[in-house]
């Protein structure tokens, strides 16, 4: 059974999740893969800002922050349960 995959920006601040696939185009992929976002990467949400817009994700022992548009076009499959969606 496939796991459910969501986009990145829907990631709750705390949850953890693995990089199932990058779909952003232009210079926002080559970004994210220069950072060492690439398939099978562990993220976690850890920071959002007070108006809901960017995030700031650790990434690869970084802290990195992504606004909503450019998360959206990262899938990844979280490693535990999501309670609740926003």
Same mark, same amino acid.
């Given at each position: 059974? %496939?796991?459910?995959?969501?986009?990145?920006?829907?990631?709750? =601040?705390?949850?953890?999740?693995?990089?199932?696939?990058?779909?952003?185009? $232009?210079?926002?992929?080559?970004?994210?893969? %220069?950072? $060492?976002? =690439?398939? $099978?990467?562990?993220?976690?949400?850890?920071?959002?800002?007070?108006? $809901?817009?960017?995030?700031?994700?650790?990434?690869?022992?970084?802290?990195?922050?992504?606004?909503? %548009?450019?998360?959206?076009?990262?899938?990844?499959?979280?490693?535990?349960?999501?309670?609740?969606?926003?």
């Amino acid at each position: 059974m %496939d796991r459910l995959s969501i986009p990145l920006n829907l990631l709750p =601040v705390g949850c953890t999740a693995r990089v199932k696939e990058i779909k952003a185009k $232009g210079n926002i992929r080559r970004r994210m893969l %220069d950072l $060492g976002l =690439v398939t $099978g990467t562990e993220i976690e949400a850890v920071l959002r800002s007070p108006s $809901g817009d960017p995030v700031a994700y650790h990434i690869r022992g970084a802290v990195i922050a992504f606004r909503s %548009d450019e998360a959206s076009g990262v899938l990844v499959e979280p490693t535990e349960k999501l309670r609740q969606w926003r």
